[in-house]
């Protein structure tokens, strides 16, 4: 029998008294969902709206209290369509915020589905997330003995770009893939399988259907470099492809990812949303086609990033907050006012950095804080490319953006400088009373660290990158990473950067711990003052193609001392002695072998 849901559940934005539980069937219908109550059943219900011949529903849980749990079914014209009769995994649940309890938040990013036999393990790792719903399925939740409350995916949860050969398979069944964007996605159709592809993995589809989700997108949601310069974007726009794609990405970001993440009141004041619920008024009974106006959406949203706002909040635990931005679709790529947030967006998130919080959590795909030389390297490819060694060396400066990913904050140095100002401030119990820290939460890089920014008094500041959930930089270019990383590339930026006349950024930081190069998924731990996090992998095990170890990858108390008291560096107390981190030391000896080999051969080939 063909399965009557496609995707989903997925609990997604979850509060105090309401949740979102989003899905995508098989065919038009009023999806139901089902809770026991005191007296009884109570349900909630949603029509499926249709875009591009595919049918969804978010059905706004609403009227719960905090700290509630129960066990909840799915309905598709009053046919139980989840949990299916024969699932093996538990039944699942909805559970609200308690009212001002601990917060576990789990965080990752950089995702690609592909299979979990041997040969992808080897080439891809093994899935950290995918392993971590299998530890908890299995009541293992790790070293914080229990379960996160949430889970943040902070960008490229699926690669248009990248594609798999089952993605690639679907491509050509419906195109050639010699015609332009040959194995990258090309339209709707085409997103609408590849979020299919991601998210129907039995553990994974189990996870989403309790743990609540929020997320954000990255480049390669889109494509690789998404939006790095205007020369990049006039580039896409010149190719016949990039108008459908942009479209299309947009288009399902909306549905598949962006819709969840919003509030029952935020929903209520999203433009689509408010469209929807229009035509269902007009047409109650009756399934909704969405479809030309999430393309016009879309297409504005690109075109004009002004009309739209992707970042959102979201409250967390006793009084901590959630700031997620959007570090992509915001920017302004005028050479003469480049920035990573345009105005509109930069003077919302000024306006959502306040302090009267316990902690103050600024979710970004973009590690906000490079280890230190590739900070340095990105300002100053950004001033080279503006001009500041000259018109010759901005088409060189250009190129090396595009080639090595010169895209963070630090490419867009005005706007650094602009949110180190602003988190500073309430550090500084300057923007209402100071909280016990200000926490980035980072992906992208494909490597994992803990930064701390030095300072004299006041809040800590702190950034931890989690990256990549399943997708791993080669073991080849590790060391050498670390060695350029947190090596040359230091004294060498410095240096260059001062060539280009870049200003010292506003704002010192250090290495905390790491970096950890495997496949990972982090979990902060909020309690009270107190910040714990913990790194979990997978290990295959021999033999077993289904079954990963979780692993523990480094456990670190980050000794948060009360505001105002005076300061000593974050102390982070790692555990265990972890072997997955390259180890500057090594590193930079591994390093230079390999640039010596290197030398080598060239030398012995020009002979
Ligand atoms: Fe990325």
Redesign the pocket.
């Known amino acids: 029998m063909k399965a009557l849901l496609v995707l989903g559940p997925m609990v997604r934005h979850v509060d105090g008294d309401s949740a979102a539980v989003w899905v995508e069937t098989a065919s038009a219908g009023v999806v139901t969902v089902r809770l026991p109550g005191r007296d009884g059943e109570q349900v909630w219900r949603a029509p499926t709206f249709g875009v591009h011949g595919h049918h969804y529903a978010l059905v706004e849980v609403t009227g719960l209290h905090p700290g509630e749990r129960s066990t909840y079914q799915v309905l598709l014209d009053d046919q139980v369509v989840w949990p299916q009769p024969a699932d093996p995994f538990p039944a699942p649940h909805l559970a609200t915020s308690p009212p001002g309890g601990p917060v576990r938040l789990a965080f990752g990013s ?1 995702r690609t589905s592909v299979p979990h036999d041997l040969v992808h393990e080897t080439s891809h790792g093994v899935d950290a997330l995918r392993t971590y719903a299998l530890s908890l399925r299995a009541g293992e939740p790790g070293p914080l003995g229990v379960e996160p409350d949430l889970l943040l995916l902070l ?2 949860q699926v690669y248009a770009d990248s594609t798999s050969a089952a993605m690639r398979e679907f491509i050509a069944s419906r195109r050639s893939l010699q015609e332009e964007p040959g194995a990258e996605l090309a339209d709707y159709e085409e997103y609408a399988h590849l979020y299919q592809l991601a998210w129907t993995e039995p553990p994974l589809r189990w996870l989403f259907s309790w743990l609540p989700s929020l997320m954000i997108f ?3 949601d889109i494509r690789d470099d998404w939006n790095t310069s205007l020369a990049w974007r006039e580039e896409m726009e010149q190719t016949s492809w990039w108008h459908g794609r942009v479209v299309a990405g947009l288009g399902s970001y909306w549905v598949y990812q962006h819709l969840g993440n919003l509030s029952v009141s935020a929903r209520a004041g999203d433009p689509l949303w408010h469209e929807l619920q229009r035509r269902q008024a007009e047409h109650p009974g009756r399934e909704v086609d969405l479809t030309d106006a999430v393309d016009a959406f879309a297409e504005r949203a690109d075109r004009d990033p002004l009309s739209y706002r992707w970042s959102y909040t979201h409250p967390l635990g006793g009084s901590s907050h959630l700031v997620v931005v959007d570090s992509r679709a915001a920017r302004n790529l005028d050479p003469e006012h480049r920035a990573m947030l345009d105005e509109a967006e930069m003077s919302w998130l000024d306006e959502q950095l306040t302090g009267d919080v316990e902690h103050l959590v600024i979710g970004t ?1 973009l590690p906000y804080l490079l280890p230190r030389g590739i900070h340095h390297l990105e300002a100053w490819d950004e001033a080279v490319v503006a001009g500041a060694w000259g018109p010759r060396w901005r088409r060189p400066g250009e190129w090396l953006r595009q080639e090595l990913d010169l895209e963070h904050w630090a490419a867009f140095h005005a706007s650094f400088e602009r949110v180190a100002a602003m988190v500073t401030e309430v550090a500084d119990g300057r923007r209402g009373t100071a909280p016990a820290s200000v926490v980035f939460l980072s992906g ?1 890089v494909h490597h994992s660290y803990i930064t701390e920014v030095v300072r004299t008094g006041g809040s800590r500041i702190l950034q931890l990158v989690c990256s990549p959930v399943r997708n791993p930089m080669p073991v080849v270019m590790r060391a050498a990473f670390a060695l350029v990383a947190h090596g040359i590339a230091r004294p060498l930026g410095a240096a260059l950067a001062r060539s280009a006349r870049v200003p010292d950024p506003p704002l010192r930081w250090r290495d905390v711990a790491g970096p950890w190069f495997d496949n990972n998924i982090a979990v902060l731990d909020i309690e009270g003052q107190d910040l714990r996090t913990v790194w979990l992998g997978g290990r295959r095990v021999l033999g077993i193609d289904d079954e990963p170890q979780l692993v523990l990858v480094a456990d670190i108390e980050l000794d948060v001392p009360p505001v105002g008291s005076s300061t000593h560096p974050a102390r982070a107390r790692v555990h265990p002695d972890d072997r997955s981190r390259v180890r500057p030391r090594a590193a930079r000896a591994l390093g230079v072998a390999a640039l010596s080999l290197a030398a080598y051969a060239w030398w012995r080939r020009s002979r």
């Open positions: 950089c960008g490229d990255d480049d390669h795909s992208d």
